[in-house]
């Protein structure tokens, strides 16, 4: 045993498999960094240099993660049904009845400075009463309307995407939060597969000298490590059950724990009260949201002239009386985008829909979950193996040289 342990052979032969781990670790450690990383190009472009997959085609990636999870767990009518139009309404009244004398007089002192100075107390305060009055059913009309055109007035998809091209790092998280454990996995399973392939390696290059072997085994490595990983997240893509033991897909298994982490991301931070309010008054459709507000602004004017409307109209003028109108309807669309700030309000309705979509994503079909994360590894898949690859041949090229001091040829 003594001269075992003192033989350098031995020591060389027990290397083949230690630096096949080596080599299976930092081959798949180094395909999920290139995943992600880094968010930004880095070297000289077109060819020369690298970003990560993931940042680098940001929006393709961010469509399909739209497509295939969001699209399928609810629609831009059934996320206003969760937020609850009623709670809405009421947090829109709290937040601007308070604040309707401040309201009337910036207005007011922008359109007709002259007659409001001039106008007695008493009438101002009738004004502010029938605003105050009449607030919270315009906004509930309001409200009700947009929930009703929902649809119509928000791309819900175009706004995820285009959020998600614009913020990597969200979108890096996603898939990092998401995928965390497999991740894990397979960057852990290289040093697994990695050593079992060496073990071979070693008794094939016992018998077998030539000098290809270490070289060839070490592209073999480096390709099937990353290879055999993706299989056991994905494969089975439904339960097989072998005696006693349930056989799927390391992934597929922790669905629900998934769909809880991806679903708070969504809710929290992307399918917010505000950011959807800021998409529908300030997206692709935003005139068509904009009219709808101004609309029901025109009647609260009207109502709050009363009986005094064609006095009203006279005094101001017609193009003067409309202007009110107009700056009545573009004050209300910046309170709007202003209303919603307040981050308990919003934690609260992303709990709300956070939960519904939860339950829904927790029901998609294997199929359809997988193709969360599955993407994630197939864009450009090809490149990171072939990195890899190309590295264990370097690293068992070495290994032939510097260990035993032998060529390819």
């Not at 106008?119 to 509930?140: C, F, G, H, N, T």
């Not at 017609?318 to 109108?325: E, G, M, R, V, W």
């Amino acid at each position: 045993m003594t001269d075992l342990l003192t033989n350098p052979e031995f020591w060389k032969y027990l290397s083949i498999p230690v630096i096949a781990a080596l080599i299976g670790w930092i081959t798949n450690w180094m395909a999920i960094k290139l995943t992600f990383y880094p968010k930004e190009f880095i070297g000289i472009r077109p060819f020369l240099g690298w970003q990560g997959i993931i940042p680098s085609k940001a929006e393709k990636m961010a469509r399909i993660a739209v497509d295939s999870t969001i699209a399928k767990i609810g629609t831009v009518q059934e996320i206003f049904e969760y937020i609850d139009p009623r709670v809405l309404t009421q947090h829109i009244v709290d937040h601007t009845v308070p604040r309707t004398d401040e309201y009337v007089d910036e207005i007011m002192l922008a359109e007709h400075p002259t007659f409001w100075e001039n106008l007695p107390q008493k009438a101002r305060e009738m004004i502010y009463q029938r605003v105050r009055d009449r607030s919270p059913e315009l906004v509930d009309n309001l409200v009700d309307d947009f929930s009703d055109n929902a649809e119509d007035l928000l791309d819900i998809q175009n706004m995820v995407v285009t959020q998600l091209s614009e913020d990597r790092s969200l979108l890096n998280r996603i898939f990092l939060e998401c995928g965390e454990k497999e991740f894990r996995f397979i960057i852990n399973s290289g040093l697994y597969f990695g050593f079992a392939f060496g073990i071979i390696q070693m008794i094939v290059w016992y018998y077998f000298q030539a000098g290809w072997i270490l070289p060839f085994f070490g592209l073999l490595v480096g390709w099937a490590t990353n290879w055999i990983a993706l299989n056991f997240i994905f494969r089975p893509l439904y339960p097989v059950k072998i005696g006693p033991f349930r056989l799927q897909g390391q992934f597929l298994r922790r669905q629900p724990e998934v769909a809880q982490s991806f679903c708070h991301i969504v809710t929290h931070e992307i399918l917010t009260v505000g950011n959807l309010v800021d998409a529908i008054l300030n997206g692709p459709k935003a005139d068509r949201a904009r009219n709808l507000v101004r609309k029901h602004m025109k009647k609260l004017v009207d109502e709050t002239a009363g009986m005094g409307k064609a006095f009203t109209q006279m005094a101001f003028g017609p193009t003067s009386f409309a202007n009110l109108k107009q700056r009545v309807g573009d004050l209300s669309i910046e309170i709007a985008s202003e209303t919603f700030d307040d981050p308990m309000f919003a934690n609260d309705r992303a709990a709300a829909v956070e939960d519904i979509m939860r339950r829904r994503m927790e029901e998609l079909s294997p199929a359809e979950f997988q193709e969360l994360l599955r993407p994630c590894f197939q864009e450009d898949e090809i490149k990171l193996i072939a990195a890899g690859a190309a590295l264990g041949f370097l690293a068992g090229l070495a290994q032939l040289t510097f260990i035993f001091g032998a060529t390819m040829f």
